[in-house]
């Protein structure tokens, strides 16, 4: 199992060093890959009016200040963006980090940013299942004809340059039957957005897995991937080992930590640069081999 970390955009996003801090950190301790979400837009008040980084863009700093950590996105919500822009920037992360984007895709919940960037919230699911098929298209010719009338987006005879060098992986997030259906079909791994941790997480955990697990038929497809997150600040750090050999016997490949407490259902004091760097350090001393 690999294990990776969430960029805790609300708490230390507004900061350029305590990024750069954070980032180089956890690549310097060992852990695998580094996740950030994605609100473009939002209203005061609103989770999605919180400070969010743009994921891409952040990506592509990233890129130049690591050399081996992987860039995950959990999620990016692709109904609500144009394809071939999408399928651009993260062409063009994959290329800057030399192959290490791991593209989370999912519909999001929040219509304000449908209206906002004028897409239908209604026809998501539908309009992401197109796209989809449209990304690996574009990476794969600089000549395509790709209509996804969804959003009425058309492209006949052209496509972009510079290709990425390989099909870059998507894994979708959601807990639903069509997540889960869009995972075994359309993905190579599935975001369960668990995020307290494994006690409390692993009942509704094994019933969600049984889903995905039904929706493929019965099995999940080979190399499939399965991530889930977990809070060590929520834990005691005598827990901290068995909880993650706990994940990886229920079929987790990746685990995230959230170090941050900046949730929509508890809203607490925010840890400083030093505090959430501090946790991460102490993680990888209670839990050895992060990369899998």
Known sequence: MRIGVVFPSNEIGGDTGAVRAFAQAAEQLGYAHLEAFDHVVGQP?????????????????????????????????????????????????DLWSNGRLRLGLGVGWNPFEYEALNNDFTRRGRRMDAQIAALRTLWSAKVVDIDIEIGDEHIHGGGMDPLPARQIPIWIGGRSPAAYRR????????????????????????AAKAELEAAAGGALPTGF??????????????????????????????????????????????????????LLARYAAAVPNLGG
């Open 45 to 93: 008040g609103d989770y999605a009016g919180r400070l969010w980084r743009e994921p891409f863009v952040l990506f592509g700093y990233l890129a130049a200040i690591t050399e081996r950590i992987e860039l995950a996105t959990g999620i990016i919500i692709l109904p609500q963006r144009q394809t071939a822009l999408a399928a651009k920037q993260a062409a063009e992360v």
């Open 183 to 206: 995972a075994v079909t359309l993905g190579q791994g599935w975001l369960s957005n668990f995020q307290d941790h494994l006690a409390n997480d692993r009942a509704a955990f094994e």
């Open 225 to 278: 991937g399965i991530e889930s997150w977990t809070s060590p600040g929520r834990t005691d750090p005598d827990t901290w080992a068995d909880e993650a050999t706990g994940w990886a016997e229920l079929g987790v490949t990746h685990l995230s930590l959230r170090t941050d407490e900046s949730r929509r259902d508890q809203p607490v004091r925010p840890r400083s640069i030093d505090e959430h760097i501090d």
